[in-house]
């Protein structure tokens, strides 16, 4: 007589993975998050900075790009973080930054964790040929230098947001499609998935309903730390000149301000700070949903 997935899953010791069917339900682990300190303060900032990007338009005192002031004043009542060298609002930029940054780092984390995440199952999971060809494609993007990828594609195409986009998604699924085909490797001779097998259970289904789940935990952690580099890597490219000049975002506002650090220190402190808390949220985020998720603990 076969065993279900769940029951062969239930039965397994402590180390094993546990199958998507019996972990524990949204109360247990949101409970379990809310205990995490530093995993509170990083949602914390976190939505603050989303907060800021969804309101940008009333929180703003001016439009991002236009002069509202003498150059490079300081930070006053009137202008909370100063002017920059052409008399704009640097907290009108530090707004407007947050909603291209942040739509930078979202939109890679999420395309490349799907490209990765589905690269790296379907290749553990079938093995043969299938993995030895992708494995392969994973090492030949891995080799590609990203800011050599990143000037070559602006210098073909030219300037814009949405080849910063592709650049950073072009190079980071890589890191997200090992660690999962290192997960789905383990996975795919545990008990909940031979039970699975063995009762005729199809291996697109088995792939969605019992391995996607197992490997949710670490594909979240690697995904929120793809968004804080995703943000560092924008702001490198815009600092050098390769970034797109329509739009405001933190990196631009640190190219801008790149003259004048000796002379008017809040033109890069604030922007830098903003990257700064921005990053660190979406880390803590991420290690408090793999605490909470971990079904070891």
């Not at 109360?27 to 809310?34: P, S």
């Not at 797109?244 to 922007?271: E, H, I, K, Q």
Request: net charge positive; proline share 6%; glycine share 10%.
């Amino acid at each position: 007589m076969c065993t279900s997935p769940r029951t062969a899953a239930g039965r397994a010791p402590g180390g094993l993975a546990i199958p998507a069917s019996s972990r524990p339900r949204v109360g247990a682990w949101g409970r379990r998050y809310l205990r995490n300190r530093a995993a509170v303060l990083g949602l914390a900032l976190t939505g603050t900075m989303v907060g800021v990007a969804l309101l940008a338009e009333p929180i703003a005192p001016y439009p991002p790009f236009r002069s509202v002031g003498l150059p490079l004043q300081a930070p006053s009542a009137l202008h909370p973080m100063g002017t920059d060298d052409l008399g704009r609002d640097v907290l009108t930029g530090v707004v407007y930054g947050a909603r291209t940054s942040l739509l930078v780092g979202v939109a890679v984390a999420a395309l490349a964790g799907a490209m990765g995440a589905g690269m790296g199952i379907v290749s553990a999971y079938r093995g043969g040929w299938v993995d030895d060809v992708l494995v392969h494609v994973v090492e030949f993007f891995q080799v590609i230098p990203r800011f050599f990828l990143a000037v070559l594609a602006i210098a073909l195409f030219g300037v814009g947001l949405d080849k910063v986009i592709l650049v950073l998604i072009l190079t980071s699924w890589t890191t997200i499609s090992r660690i999962v085909r290192a997960e789905v490797l383990s996975l795919r001779e545990r008990e909940f998935v031979l039970a699975a097998r063995a009762i005729g259970v199809r291996d697109r289904t088995i792939m969605r309903r019992h391995i996607l789940p197992n490997v949710l935990p670490s594909l979240v952690v690697t995904a929120s730390l793809l968004v804080g580099e995703a943000i560092w890597v924008e702001a490198g490219l815009s600092f050098l000149g390769l970034g797109d000049p329509n739009s405001m975002s933190w990196g631009y506002l640190l190219d801008s301000a790149r003259p004048f650090m000796r002379v008017a220190w809040w033109t890069a402190f604030f922007p830098g700070l903003a990257i700064t808390l921005t990053v660190l949220g979406v880390n803590l985020v991420g290690d408090g949903l793999n605490d909470a998720w971990n079904p070891r603990l």
